[in-house]
C-alpha cells in the first residue's frame, strides 16, 4: 500500500509541475521577459530640499465643465503638478516622483509615489517643487469663479493644503 501511495504521489507531482516547465519553456526571453522589466530600465535622479505642497480644486470649472489636468486626465490620488519649465525640459507628463515618505492628503490617500500629469505650480517654490493633489474642494466652482481653482478660501480641503504648507523634501524622478 505504501508503494501505491509513493507512485501515486510522484504522478501526481509530475502533473502539476509539467505544465509549470510547459510555460517556462514556451517564455520568450528576448520580448517576455524585457517588457516585465521595462519600467525598471527608466532613467533617474534625485532632487534635495524641493518643496511639496497640495492643491486642491472644484470638480467643475465656472463654465460647467469637467476639470482636466494640463495633460487632459482626471485629477485624482496620485497626480502631482510641477512648473510647466521643469515638464517640459527635465520630468515630462507621465514621469514618476517618489517622496522620502508617506504623505496623507485630505482624500485620504497615503502615498510616496506620484505620477506627474498637471502643471501650475507657483513661482515662489524651488524648480523641482511637486503640487500633490488633495482632493475636491467643492462640485461647482465657488461663485462661478476660477479664482483659485474654483475653490472658496473657506473649503476644507482648501484649507488642508495651506495647512499642510511647502516642506522641502530629497525626491527621486523615474523619468518616462
Do not use: H
Request: net charge neutral; charged share 20%.
Amino acid at each position: 500500500m505504501k508503494k501505491k501511495m509513493g507512485i501515486f504521489l510522484i504522478v501526481s507531482l509530475v502533473f502539476c509541475f509539467a505544465p509549470l516547465f510547459a510555460f517556462a519553456a514556451d517564455v520568450n526571453t528576448t520580448t517576455d521577459i524585457d517588457a516585465t522589466i521595462e519600467p525598471f530600465t527608466a532613467s533617474y535622479f534625485e532632487m534635495a530640499d524641493q518643496n511639496v505642497t497640495g492643491y486642491t480644486a472644484s470638480k467643475y470649472k465656472a463654465d460647467g465643465s469637467l476639470r482636466y489636468t494640463a495633460n487632459n486626465v482626471l485629477p485624482g490620488p496620485g497626480i502631482v503638478a510641477m512648473k510647466k519649465k521643469t515638464i517640459d525640459s527635465e520630468v515630462p507628463y507621465g514621469s514618476i516622483v517618489k517622496a522620502p515618505k508617506y504623505i496623507t492628503n485630505y482624500d485620504g490617500s497615503s502615498l510616496d509615489s506620484y505620477f506627474v500629469q498637471d502643471t501650475g505650480v507657483g513661482s515662489g517654490v524651488t524648480d523641482f517643487a511637486i503640487d500633490i493633489w488633495w482632493g475636491f474642494c467643492r462640485t461647482t466652482a465657488y461663485n462661478n469663479s476660477e479664482t483659485r481653482l474654483g475653490c472658496s478660501s473657506n473649503d476644507a480641503s482648501y484649507q488642508s493644503a495651506l495647512a499642510w504648507g511647502a516642506p522641502k523634501m530629497k525626491l527621486g524622478f523615474y523619468i518616462k
